[in-house]
T-cell receptor, first 117, second 119 residues
Framework: AQTVTQSQPEMSVQEAETVTLSCTYDTSESDYYLFWYKQPPSRQMILVIR??????QNATENRFSVNFQKAAKSFSLKISDSQLGDAAMYFC??????????????FGQGTTLQVKP | SAVISQKPSRDICQRGTSLTIQCQVDSQVTMMFWYRQQPGQSLTLIAT?????????ESGFVIDKFPISRPNLTFSTLTVSNMSPEDSSIYLCSVSGVQREGLLQETQYFGPGTRLLVL
């Protein structure tokens, strides 16, 4: 069975600085998707970024980028120029290999990010 | 992303009663999922709501306790039956396979959640 591990329960970063959140996963599949979700205190889960395993190029969305190391089964999230609005709980998630769109998400334990002004 | 609404947003219930949570999406979707989340913790999948057939439950969750309906491609309900204080949690609806141009099919989008407190 697939597992997702986030080893950092809490992280903090100074405003305008860069922070990296770690995520590792275990799977025997070769094709899959990885995601980072953000959950601010209001609880609405928001997609930050996603990575297809078959793509070698790391995904980037504005200030957010990932370092995807398929062989090492590592999927870290880098937040550049951190802003106060980035403070939230971040979840790494793995999408199981389901036919069509039936794949389920497996979540890590989450990392709470604090941004200091 | 898809606009997903949940009703109620929060509720306080007495033990032994049941609560039905509604999830409405503004587009047709292939898959709908129900999760449970304790505050400050990760998400646990309860079941996958299948349109026109019985839901698929994860280990540890049963239909008698969490009956689910999905009458069409935009709506689902989750009932928490015979509630106890241990059912106090946040319940989240999510969808994938959103049938709208520009949205990623394999990505799950989440509703705002329903915060339930059982006394």
């Amino acid at each position: 069975a697939q597992t997702v591990t986030q080893s950092q329960p809490e992280m903090s970063v100074q405003e305008a600085e860069t922070v990296t959140l770690s995520c590792t996963y275990d799977t025997s599949e070769s094709d899959y998707y990885l995601f980072w979700y953000k959950q601010p205190p209001s609880r609405q889960m928001i997609l930050v970024i996603r990575q297809e395993a078959y793509k070698q190029q790391n995904a980037t969305e504005n200030r957010f980028s990932v370092n995807f190391q398929k062989a090492a089964k590592s999927f870290s999230l880098k937040i550049s120029d951190s802003q106060l609005g980035d403070a939230a709980m971040y979840f790494c998630a793995y999408r199981t290999d389901g036919s069509g769109n039936t794949g389920k998400l497996i979540f890590g334990q989450g990392t709470t990010l604090q941004v200091k002004p | 992303s898809a606009v997903i609404s949940q009703k109620p947003s929060r509720d306080i219930c007495q033990r032994g009663t049941s609560l039905t949570i509604q999830c409405q999406v503004d587009s047709q979707v292939t898959m709908m999922f129900w999760y449970r989340q304790q505050p400050g913790q990760s998400l646990t999948l309860i079941a996958t709501a299948n349109q026109g057939s019985e839901a698929t439950y994860e280990s540890g969750f049963v239909i008698d306790k969490f009956p689910i309906s999905r009458p069409n491609l935009t709506f689902s309900t989750l009932t928490v039956s015979n509630m106890s204080p241990e059912d106090s949690s946040i319940y989240l609806c999510s969808v994938s396979g959103v049938q709208r141009e520009g949205l990623l099919q394999e990505t799950q989008y989440f509703g705002p959640g329903t915060r339930l407190l059982v006394l």
